[in-house]
């Protein structure tokens, strides 16, 4: 990001959240350019926050149709889009947020998102996929580990009444208040691949029982190859025998992901708006964070459960 300054225009729109987080922070928002893959409930949250907020620039990425299940999800495609016909969801989310925000220039870039190589990831700060299988998360944030510039990574994915975000900012640094001064503080982040082959019994006794639950979904999703929502009640008893199986290699206790948790990830994969706003809303806010340079940053899952209301923080890493 340069160091441009905020024209006339965009200081006179942005003058509230200006006051907020400051001239600065808003110059970086105004300047950064965010890439999102994979356009349903959450990530459309996301946009819409991101979007509201000023970034510079929103390329979107999502070849699929319209379906009658991106309707019921998908509040940026126009109620009147007549399925399949109209064009892919990433071009009608497209028009859609641009009359959010016309002073953020939200484009369409078309492709599979394992065709996308580590030059291509170069041109973005921020990058958010969403809904994505196992080896997508790790190939995608190895990507963007690769590059000489620091891209800050997230995944996020909602199933039903449940959320997950991962977080790599790689080598972090921003400024924190400390009683009468303002210090900088470093964090260092693991990548998806590094976090999730941490061994489970080396992981403290409280870590939230949705890390290891989604954990098993996504390697039965894996295994079966079956993209992110396509289980059913049918597959329940293998999910179940996988846990077991999991649970014995990492000497941990299947007490720790219990049946309910596991069938209410399984039986009702789609995503709940409620649970998307919230995780949309957390996203934004860490995204945000990370441009800014301002406040303490997600290190590195954020879990959801709308059944308890919680949202729990934890650090995923090597000591």
């Not at 503080?185 to 992981?203: N, V």
């Not at 289980?231 to 990492?250: M, Q």
């Amino acid at each position: 990001m340069n160091g441009e300054e905020l024209t006339e225009q965009e200081t006179a729109l942005y003058d509230r959240q200006i006051r907020v987080w400051g001239v600065d922070a808003q110059r970086r928002l105004s300047k950064s350019h965010i890439f999102v893959s994979g356009l349903k409930g959450t990530a459309v949250e996301f946009c819409k926050n991101i979007v509201l907020a000023g970034v510079g620039s929103l390329t979107l990425n999502d070849d699929n149709p319209v379906t009658e299940e991106a309707l019921a999800a998908n509040f940026l495609i126009p109620f009147d889009e007549n399925m399949g016909g109209g064009g892919s969801i990433a071009e009608l989310c497209c028009d859609s947020l641009k009359d959010f925000n016309p002073m953020v220039h939200v484009s369409v870039e078309k492709g599979d998102l394992s065709s996308f190589d580590v030059d291509f990831f170069e041109k973005f700060d921020v990058v958010v996929i969403s809904c994505c299988l196992l080896a997508a998360k790790k190939s995608v944030n190895e990507k963007c580990r690769k590059l000489s510039k620091r891209v800050a990574f997230y995944s996020v994915d909602c199933r039903y009444s449940c959320g997950e975000i991962f977080v790599d900012l790689h080598k972090y640094s921003y400024m924190k208040k400390k009683a009468d001064e303002t210090v900088e503080c470093q964090l260092q982040y693991p990548s998806f691949e590094e976090a999730i082959a941490i061994p489970w019994r080396s992981l403290p006794k409280r870590v939230s029982k949705l890390y290891f639950a989604m954990r098993v979904v996504e390697r039965f999703e894996e295994v079966e190859r079956r993209k992110p929502g396509e289980t059913s009640v049918d597959d329940l008893t293998n999910v179940l025998k996988l846990r077991n199986e999991l649970c014995l290699a990492h000497s941990l206790n299947e007490s720790q992901i219990p049946d309910s948790l596991l069938e209410r990830l399984v039986v009702s994969p789609k995503e709940f708006p409620p649970v998307s706003a919230v995780l949309g809303g957390i996203l934004g806010q860490e995204v945000i964070k990370a441009i800014s340079g301002k406040g303490d940053p997600l290190k590195n899952f954020f879990f959801f459960d709308a059944v308890d209301g919680k949202g729990v923080i934890e650090d995923i890493s090597t000591p």
